[in-house]
């Protein structure tokens, strides 16, 4: 599979799908759609759980994923950001980290089979891996700066099993992303390169991490070129950008992340930063135009959106950027 990627890449810049949070919650679905019949007497409260709607409205997972492959995507993510131990521990439903990440990857590649039937083009699924709502670096209580509420132990147990779930269902990428805490992330590439050295694996390996703001550090204090070399040892295929920022503010940071990394480059921003109401507007022809840039100075291999983008917002990324060439790796003396 490492070969196909990168052949793939050395003759284009693939497209990376766009948001999955924010095209569920146009279904504006109750407690109730969370819950499905499934779930309709579950004690706790699992609005906003959209990890759970693999299984309770698989339907809607699936479309979304239809979408944006029908909109150029060359790269599908499966819909398990918070499948972990760690995040399901706020619905009390950690004992469904298997079946989570199977059913989610299952939809992605009944999505992309449907398009598959009619339009012969390779798509790729990459299992998604969040950060888990827990720090390694940072104490939550400001009264405790030296507690934590995780350690990098409990991270690799965590990471472990989701990943060992994803490769399990068949995921062709692996995706760390959202990285907002580097010591999280490390604890990730310890789990999947120990897990791929003892099962002699070769599935790429992605990582994206996160800018939170205009200061240009992650949430954990680091600078885009500190990220990249705190994670070059982990054996990936590419390091990225996601999130948080739109393309506007991002751009930066992209450029100075490729001038450093040795591997390729991705990137999917937000679309614009949220307004007063917590929604994002950036259009499609703004944020394709400023992407492309991006593309013609030959700083991207992989593109797409995050928070706030549509299959909209994918068609036109995937337009502008379909014949521009895509980053060289960089030759090391």
């Known amino acids: 599979m490492n070969q196909q990627i990168e052949q793939l890449m050395h003759e284009r810049i693939l497209i990376i799908d766009g948001a999955m949070g924010t095209m569920i919650q146009k279904h504006k679905l109750s407690e109730e759609d969370y819950r499905g019949s499934r779930f309709a007497d579950y004690a706790h409260s699992l609005k906003g759980n959209n990890d759970l709607l693999v299984i309770t409205q698989p339907q809607i997972i699936k479309d979304i994923h239809y979408a944006f492959i029908n909109a150029g995507a060359d790269i599908i993510e499966t819909n398990t950001f918070n499948a972990n131990r760690i995040s399901m521990g706020d619905y009390h439903m950690e004992n469904l980290v298997v079946e989570l990440n199977t059913a989610a990857v299952e939809l992605a590649k009944l999505a992309r089979d449907e398009y598959q039937k009619n ?14 709502n827990k720090t390694a670096s940072l104490s939550p209580d400001v009264n405790d700066p030296g507690y934590r509420g995780v350690n990098f132990d409990q991270l690799v147990e965590c990471y472990s099993e989701q990943t060992w779930a994803l490769i399990n269902a068949g995921v062709d990428i692996l995706l760390v992303e959202t990285v907002f805490d580097t010591l999280n992330c490390k604890a990730a590439l310890f789990a999947i390169n120990t897990i791929r050295d003892e099962h002699n694996l070769n599935i790429p390996l992605m990582v994206s991490g996160t800018i939170t703001d205009n200061s240009g550090r992650t949430l954990s204090g680091q600078t885009t070129e500190a990220f990249w070399n ?85 068609k036109a990324i995937a337009e502008k950027c379909k014949n521009l060439a895509p980053r060289s790796l960089p030759v090391l003396v």
């Open 119 to 132: 339009h012969p083009r390779q798509i790729f699924i990459a299992g998604a891996i969040g950060p888990t």
């Open 230 to 314: 705190s994670i070059a040892h982990g054996n990936l295929l590419s390091v990225g950008l996601n999130c948080a920022l739109g393309a506007d503010q991002m751009r930066q940071y992209v450029e100075e992340l490729s001038n450093v990394s040795t591997v390729y480059i991705s990137c999917y921003p937000n679309a614009g930063l949220p307004n007063e109401f917590g929604e994002y507007d950036d259009t499609p022809e703004h944020m394709s135009a400023v992407i492309a840039d991006w593309c013609a100075n030959g700083w991207i291999n992989m593109v797409g959106g995050c928070c706030g983008t549509t299959p909209d917002h994918i």
